[in-house]
């Protein structure tokens, strides 16, 4: 559900945004609120993208000192459940 949220803008900025929204098809609001995600979404893209490559950089390091044990901590008698996570 979204959430309004108020800012202050002086009226240079205000009169800009607007005219930016207004040429793209946009409320202020709508214009504001794609400004953010657009931001939000790149900041995650661009951590997703790190983890992945710090990941694959690691990858025999985190092998070798881990290996395949999905459950560490369990006897090696007892087993886990295949789906378990």
């Known amino acids: ?19 930016r929204a207004k040429r793209r098809g946009l409320s202020l ?18 951590f997703m993208a790190g983890a992945a490559a710090f990941l694959a950089g690691y990858a025999e390091t985190f092998e070798a000192e881990v290996g395949e044990d999905r459950y560490p901590g369990l006897p090696a008698a007892e087993t886990a459940p295949r789906d378990a996570a």
């Open 29 to 46: 609001q709508g214009y504001v609120a794609d400004l953010i995600e657009a931001d939000v979404n790149q900041s995650r893209a661009a």
């Open 1 to 19: 559900m979204p959430k309004q949220t108020n800012i202050p803008l002086d009226d240079a900025v205000k009169a800009a945004a607007e005219d």
